[in-house]
């Protein structure tokens, strides 16, 4: 499996001091500081001085990437899920394939996503400022991704209870499943991933015999 | 099903103006203030001071009750895993009963607790605050909570995957699951928890018809 591009995941381990990693660009430079510093101090008490010191850079010089800490923030979380949104529009559009293989692809990719990334981003989804405007895009990317996920889930098979509470559930155990598995060191993204995409498959109602057939299709889509 | 005793549940809805529930004890219109204002405004963000405030009394007064910001914090997030514990606790002692339906049981209750709260405490969870020590027993219930899902989980079945992965997997399905079922209105606790309680069921790899008889069990159970 190969993950699509998010800043915050390409930086080596934070170092104790001086800036993060200067192969960055300067931009990826700030995300990759803010990162760090919004999972490991919090958002509201890291002010924008500090993620500028942390990147290498004056604060002024932040100001011409970013319009300010709202802005990184909001950059961040769309990283989680932009690039899981537009692998889900391929599978979507790949109407022969079997679903279940298609699901169990969408879980693998978007766990190993979530998974992957150096700093827990996840952590952010629930911060009170993110019912804010400028969060509006993410908030609009991440329900059109859950809502790909229900379009698959349905096509699965359907059980007779609300598909919308259904697919919640469903989102829930790829985010949640993957926020407490990070809780434990020495776990791969892949091996992450593909029980979590195993659990989606159970999940949807998939006999064991289905769900092996589905992994396999599933690996060659992923 | 019944819910057993938590603080934040327990007020009716906030209002614009004014102290919280002036019916609650002060100790218990401190922990509904707190509440209503981590959740709404932020953790950090929120000073003892405006928690005070909004209970209806002096700063000094609110240090009769607790040491702080930190303790207050503390005590709302023990009160959302103490319950459940106590509930696995006396499921794990019965052990003649069926496995499969003292899961469902265990599951259904947690996400009563959880998703019936009037503030979503779950999205404190992930607070970099909360790796301090005052939450050194909040951590040790919640990881007493998962450890008895990992017990049922291994009694209903084990499918050859790694246990600790598994269960990690089942309890970020029900934190998880409940956090997104929240984002949406116009649900009971009473659905979700038992749309959740069947997914557990179908996670640890139970076909329909042994799911069908736990979920009886287990409703006999709650």
Known sequence: MSTTSRPAARVGRPRAQGPVDSALAPRDQVLAAAAELFTRNGYAATTTRAVAERAGM???????????????????????????????????AQQGADPAARLWALAARDAELLFGGLYNLGALYQLPEVRGERFAGFRAARAELKAAYGTLLALVA?????????????????????????EQG??????????VA?????????????????????????
């Open 58 to 92: 004056r604060q002024a010089s932040m100001y011409h990437y970013f319009a300010g800490k709202e802005d990184v923030l909001a950059t961040l979380l769309e990283s989680t899920v932009e690039p899981s949104l537009a692998f889900a529009a391929a599978l979507l």
């Open 186 to 195: 020495g776990r791969t993204p892949h091996a992450v991933a593909g029980a």
């Open 158 to 182: 359907t059980d007779g209870t609300d598909p919308a509470l259904r697919t919640d559930l469903l989102f829930g155990l790829v985010e949640g499943g993957v926020a407490v598995a990070r």
């Open 198 to 222: 195993d659990a989606a498959l159970r999940f949807a109602g998939c006999s064991p015999a289905q769900a092996e057939a589905a992994r396999r299709g599933g690996e060659r889509l992923v």
